[in-house]
């Protein structure tokens, strides 16, 4: 895979060029203010991990969310779904006000194939959801993938419209599952080791990815726009969200509840990229044609994160 190219000089070149994508109507990115930042949080795997048990983990990240008087929106695939702690977690989310959302009952990739056996895994997943009072009938591809070809992006759009859902993009992606993934590795190998290099990565990484695309919303869309960004239930959200938080309010960030963000006409957007999915920010900036050499594909992976965590040893 080819690495991220420096970041400042990514939206130096892309500020500077004026761009800004044919397909997008510059007033969708309109509003007051500097950005803002809703929390997605996706998956609910509730497996007991070093440090944290799964139930506890839930408590850390709604007691962050809570701290910060933001209401989130979580992202349950189906698989996760138990008998016993699942409920108990869905119903603590809904009674902090928090949307709760489908992410398919398989979360496997869509690579086009089959729309009508993907709209039957979701609607699986709703039987499973529909009960959680705050339960919203909002999609969140597994993976960001929305489809490898025009038939299969355009089938599974359709079907969702028929069965009165909407797509629940994400514009700020990260790789938090691979810093996740070698901070349990590191626990496991080595139990009681040091967690502050993992944090300052973690960090590190929220801010560098949520600049790069805020400033990729600046060049399509004209300025900034209240953004969601893409967790998952793991350790580090649970161990990390606070600090993230704190750290995108004390650089200008305001936070903002997802539910509303998911109505902003910026977030309705559907560009016509191929393969279809990743930040709708991204896909918008694909969609204009004239800057692929900036746009990485896929957007973020653990690939790229790699070299720099390999580097200081985590």
Known sequence: MVLDPDRRTLIAGLVASGFSAGCVDRSLGRRAGGPGIAITVDDFDLTDTALLSGEDRDTAIRAALRRHRVKAAGFVAGKYVDDELAPRVLRRWSEDGHIIGNHSFSHQYFGGQKPDALMDDILRCEQLLSGTPTYRKLFRFPYLAEGRTAEGRDAMRALLARNGYRNAPVTIDTSDWYVDNRLKARLQAKPGSPIDGYRKFYL??????????DGLATSVLGRSIDHTILLHHRLTTALFLDDALSMFRARGWRLVDAEATFDTPALRMQPATLPAGQSVIWAAAKAD?????????????????????????L
Not at 204 to 213: E, G, I, K, M, V
């Open 204 to 213: 590190d990484h929220l801010w560098d990815r949520a600049t790069f695309y």
């Open 289 to 313: 044609g004239r800057f692929d050499r900036l746009l990485r594909y896929p957007g973020e992976d653990g690939d790229y994160e790699a070299p720099r965590m390999d580097a200081l040893g």
